[in-house]
């Protein structure tokens, strides 16, 4: 199933490349083992991982003891 999108945001402040969230989780950070791979210092090897859980809340644990988990419950961008 296809949850949405993961859009990176370029230094530029224009949208960079796009990554389908298709399964419930999804890790990233510099770590060859990752899902998506972010080469900059100051990312972890393994920075956050990205889930979405059996509420279809969307939760995003980053892997630091100074950040918390955060969980958001997703609102369609175009309500129907």
Excluded at 18 to 42: H, K, S, W, Y
Excluded at 53 to 61: I, K, P, R, S, T
């Amino acid at each position: 199933p296809f949850h949405g999108s993961i859009v990176v945001i370029k230094r530029s402040g224009f949208d960079g490349s796009v990554f389908p969230l298709v399964n419930g989780d999804c890790l990233m950070g510099r770590a060859e083992t990752c899902d998506i791979r972010v080469q900059l210092p100051t990312v972890s090897d393994e920075h956050c991982r990205i889930e979405v859980n059996e509420n279809d809340e969307l939760v995003l644990d980053f892997k630091h003891e100074k950040v918390k988990t955060f969980t958001y419950t997703r609102q369609p961008l175009y309500p129907a």
